[in-house]
């Protein structure tokens, strides 16, 4: 756990700064913390779904937060908003004009 913290930190920096090449060094490391049933991984799977998201569109990120919410996830309470808006459908694109 303490490492999938370490990571989602310098892998959140890196999306703040529009870092791809960070995010594509961290993302697979990152998603290799999540093993089955841990406690208090939401910022990290927060994280990881944000980089899935700019990395492998909204589809891959979507799997990986229901996996997460569905097999890791531990706590009872509900998730994190931030965290279940890729429970639903995406949001549509921007107007460009």
Known sequence: MPRARILAIYAHIALLE?????IAALLPRLLECFVPRMVFMEHPAYVAAMCLE???GWDAA???????????RQERWTPRPELTRYLSPPPPAADPR
């Open 18 to 22: 529009n870092d791809d090449t960070t």
């Open 62 to 72: 979507a799997a990986f937060v229901r996996r997460f919410v569905d097999e890791i």
């Open 54 to 56: 700019r990395t492998a």
